[in-house]
């Protein structure tokens, strides 16, 4: 039996020279993230069509009686007001929209580093083409073809679609029953190999995180890589998730 190709995958390599490896999202995540944004959208344009009937008795009638360069100008309308869902969510919501969140799905460019709004602009703006001849059907045939999954709108705007994974925090907070407590660690103490990855870890996904969990999480963070912290220090880290990821990025540096 040969053995299965392995997951395509994008490496980042940080500033602290810690390597990570974020899974590309493949075409069942894409598309059905696609149908909830879809899905959304119909019932949308389904709502806003229910309030004109409520002016206007005969809409296609109406429709029909407007000018061509005015029945032109909304249907442009119609594609700019998907374009900008697609992309006003993923610069806003760091590279989600409603389908990718509920999937664990996140736009981020090649590099790993978050989309910003030309990279969403120019992929969201090529779903016109994407979607020929029907059904994203060049969009489709593009993912198959392309290691990391990518559709033509992501190869032009260098953009790739990752999972987000779970980061169990107990197994490395939770120091196990049989071993002895560890003396606190001093300030100086550089952090060993699985607190800098576990740190950085953290920190990388940080920004996506809902507030509460952010808050908690990093708290969980500093009582492991700041056990040897005042009372006072450590109120004054945790006053804000700033000032908590700034000391958890010091204390990585240190480590080098």
């Known amino acids: 039996m040969t053995p299965s190709a392995p997951a395509p995958h994008v490496d980042v390599a940080t500033p602290e020279r810690v390597a ?41 009638g109406a429709f029909q009686a407007l000018s061509g360069l005015v029945q032109s100008l909304l249907a442009v309308g119609l ?12 610069v806003f919501f760091h590279g989600q929209t409603p389908g990718k969140r509920v999937l664990k799905i996140r736009v981020v460019r090649e590099d790993g580093s978050p989309v910003g709004f030309y990279e969403s602009a120019v992929r969201n703006l090529c779903r016109a083409v994407d979607f020929l001849p029907v059904l994203y059907a060049t969009g489709c045939i593009t993912m198959l073809l392309d290691g990391k999954h990518r559709r033509l709108g992501d190869l032009l705007a260098g953009t790739v679609l990752v999972r987000e994974e779970a980061i169990d925090l107990d197994k490395y907070t939770q120091a196990p029953a049989t071993e002895a407590p560890q003396a606190p660690a001093s ?30 999480l990093g708290a969980r963070m500093v009582d492991r890589v700041g056990a040897s912290l005042t009372d006072a220090e450590r109120e004054r880290v945790l006053s804000s998730a700033d000032a908590t990821e700034a000391f958890l990025r010091a204390r990585a540096r240190a480590a080098h």
């Open 20 to 60: 990570l490896s974020l899974p590309v999202a493949g075409i069942g995540y894409r598309c059905l993230a696609w149908l909830v944004d879809a899905s959304l959208l119909f019932f949308f344009w389904v709502a806003l069509y229910f309030v004109i009937t409520l002016l206007i008795s005969d809409v296609l």
């Open 79 to 90: 594609f700019a007001t998907q374009w900008l869902y697609w992309t006003l969510a993923e």
């Open 187 to 216: 300030p100086e103490r550089p952090l060993d190999a699985e607190d800098v990855e576990l740190v950085l870890a953290f920190l990388s996904r940080a920004s996506g995180l809902e507030p509460d969990v952010r808050r908690r």
